[in-house]
């Protein structure tokens, strides 16, 4: 499921908690293991819980971590289309890119320019949030932003250099800059904890108790087991906590909320994820819920054009 932080804050975090390395849940030589391994690594240095001689075997280990980790962001640049191909290829020129960032990178999957790209690393379906990364005027902000990623936590941005002010290119890394739906942004302003139960109770029909228990993990109590309902601020922070704190447990959460149309509680942002992420990326699904984007081509690309930018 994407993480609710950084895959390398992941590690970080699993170390803290006692985990070892070999309790990485990521594919091997996947970006998401080599960061999680990395941030894992960079705690166990800076911990201070170990001898002299470990730490600097720790330290060379965690070197090594590095630099594949940019090994691995280098082999997905030059594997990346250069913006002038993906230009013709969904015949928009890159001066009307800027501020269209979703747009484009809609059009750019969709046009089969990046079909090599995902054969070598992935699948990449649409994804939108907030843009948390560097800008070039040195500060950050709250940038409404599109992209695409794969499961693999791999992000590919054709318009981040609208950001850095570069010259235009595609995009390739982690996921660290990248906040889905605004889900980091808002847990600023929601409870780590469910609320308490505020207004009419809703019947949630189960009567599977391990659907009902499910209820219980994601809000911390047994209110769900013990009385079958939910009230509808309870429903709302459920429904608006990040992907990984419902886990597999997220789309079972959205489909009970449409049963009993509440649907509209759930972001749309991780609703598409979520669905695009299981069952694969459908262009007239996203055409329902996001207008201006360009229709999807009838005929694709004959030759990628790459670039080594």
Known sequence: MRPFISHADQGVEAYLSGKTEADNPYREGSVAHIE????????????????????????????DIVHEARRTASRLQLDLPSASAV???????VERWRGNCFAVSVAALESGILDEFQEKHG????????????????????NRHGWLESVDGIVVDPTRWVFVNEYPHLWAGPLDDYDLAGMRLRSVYRTETAP?????????????????????????????????????????????????KLGADAAMFIKTADRLQRGVLVPIDTRLWLEFSQNGYDPARIRENHSGLPEAPSARPAVTTFSPF
């Open 196 to 244: 308490k139960p505020e207004g009419q109770q809703i019947a949630l029909g189960i009567n599977d108790p391990r659907v009902l228990r499910a209820f219980d993990r994601a809000l911390g109590d047994g209110d769900v087991s013990r009385t079958g309902m939910i009230t509808p601020n309870r429903l709302h922070w459920l429904l608006n906590s990040p992907l990984e």
């Open 87 to 93: 230009a013709e290829a969904i015949d928009m020129p």
């Open 123 to 142: 699948t990449l379906f649409p994804a939108y949030g907030i843009y948390d990364g560097p800008l070039s005027s040195g500060r950050r902000g709250m």
């Open 36 to 63: 999680w391994l990395k941030g894992h690594l960079f705690q166990k240095v800076d911990s201070g819980d170990l001898n002299e001689d470990d730490q600097d075997c720790a330290r060379v280990y965690h070197d």
